[in-house]
Every structure is written in structure tokens, then in C-alpha cells.
């Protein structure tokens, strides 16, 4: 049970840092804003409060997932973790953004009284250092993952959503916590409240930026999108290569789980085979693939004649990120 309970652990230690991080830091923002009545401190408190939010709802979209398939879902629950992800863009646009936006014009149009923003520097400084070491675990791991792919090509291929959602929501909050800073220096170094009010907005605006590009993602996941085209071209060639096989039609993949795949694939097949060769032919195949390429969860072969096979030429290629 413990050991169980450890591989789960490690195996979403990004989630689990940055929830920890999160909870800490929200109930520290929260207490300075109270103490001192800063609009950017309790924007940045809201933040945390919907951050933490957000981790509990990719931890429950992760077990989800990892239901096996059934007579109702039978390719699995996989996707159901692109569906909580792409409520996380709802609720830091609609919450984290909104929120920060609509107290900082409150501020602005009723500035309060400046007091001691010594408590505010103190949790600023705690809350850099806890959600930088979030950062720096969702980094590490994110870095593992991508290989020799650039950062933005490694996000916009990325079938796993809850390692760069935890990059993007940690780079967020420390640009907020800088800009938070700022806001508070700026509203006693000119007197002036209102200052503070508009960091507030300027972390919102981030965010809102933040949900917007994780929504793309997230839509682009749910709506299913292909394998990489190296697990694609590993497919045909396995498949082009074998003696009976004349020509692959086409290989279509769609990722039904971070780590599953769906493919199907249309092959013309020599003449003189016959539907028994045809289903041993087939079942080699498809221990070849699994053997090449674990993440199959389901192949489908099928005999078709290269003149009568439907192609995707017509399609517009996607673009390349």
C-alpha cells in the first residue's frame, strides 16, 4: 500500500509540489492582505486559492483516466484528463483573471489607506521561494520530457497536460509575485494607493494570457490530435516492409491517453493472400507494432486497395508550430 502510495507520488510530483507550494503561500497572502489592506496581495492570495484548485482538479482527471476501458468507454477514460485541463483555462480565465482585474479597478476607484508593507515583503520573499521551487520541479521534469525539442514545439506536442499547465501556472505566479512586489513599492514610494490597484489589474491581464494559451492546448488535446509523426512513420514502416504488404494507403493515429495511442492503419496486400494468410499476416503485424511502439492501445489493420483507399491529399497539412 505505501509503495503504491509513493509511485503515485512520484509519479505526480510536479502536481504535488505545486499544490503544497500553493496551499502555504495562499494562506500567507491572505493574512498580508488583511494586515495591510494591499489589492495585489489579495489578488495574488486568490491566485494561490485557484492554483491549488486547479492541481486537485489534474490529480482527479489523472485517476480518472486510469479507469480501464468498458462496455460504454471502450477505448478508456484517457481523455477525460484533456477535459479537466481545459476547465483549469476556465478557471483561471474566468476566476484567477477576472477576479485580479475586478479588484484592482475597485482599488483604483476607492484607493485604502497605506499601512506598513513590511508583511508584505516578508510573504512575497516566502512565496517567491516556494513557488519557485514548484517552478523548478515542473521544469526539471518538463525538461526530461521534451528531449532535443524546443520549449514552445515541446508544449504544442506535448499529449500530457498537467506537466506544462504546472509550468505555465508557476511562471505566471512568479511574474505576479515580481509585479506584486513592484505595486507595493510603487504605492509608498509616491504615495499614491492606486498603484497597487493597477498591478492587480497587470497580474490579471497575465493570466488571462496564461488561460487563453492553455485553453488552445487543452481544446487541441480533447478535440484528439495525432501521435508524433515519428511514432506515425515508425507504423508505415513496419507495416510497408512486410513481403505481402504492396503499399500503405495511410496511418492514423489519435492519442486516446497521454500514454495511449489509437491507429489505424489501410494496406494493400498482394493478391494471391487469402483471408486466413490475411488474419495471421495481420496479428504479426500487430505484435511487431506493440513490440516498436508500446503506447498502441489499439491497432486496426485493414486490407484495401491503394486506388479504392481514402486519402487525406485534400486536407490542408497542419502548421508547423
Known sequence: MSQGLTARIRENIVLYGALAANLGIGVAKFVAAGITGSSSMLTEGVHSCVDSGNQILLLYGQHRARQKPDAIHPFGYGRELYFWA?????????????????EGYL?????????????????????????????????REFRKAKGD??????????KDPAGFIVLFEDSAALAGLVIAGIGVWASHAFADPRIDGVASIVIGLILGLVAVLLAREAKGLLIGERANPKVVETVRNIIARHPAVTAVNHVRTIHTAPDAIFVAVSADFVDSVTMGDG?????????QLRIAVPMLSSIYIRPEKHENAATLATIRPPEQP
Open 86 to 102: 481545459f476547465v483549469v483555462a476556465i478557471l483561471i480565465f474566468a476566476v484567477g483573471a477576472g477576479v485580479s482585474v475586478y
Open 107 to 139: 482599488h483604483i476607484v476607492e484607493p485604502e489607506e497605506l499601512s506598513d508593507p513590511l508583511v508584505n515583503y516578508i510573504v512575497l520573499v516566502i512565496a517567491f521561494a516556494l513557488e519557485g521551487s514548484s517552478w523548478f520541479i515542473a521544469m
Open 149 to 158: 525539442s524546443g520549449w514552445w514545439r515541446a508544449i504544442r506536442q506535448s
Open 279 to 287: 488474419e495471421r499476416l495481420i496479428e504479426e503485424m500487430e505484435d
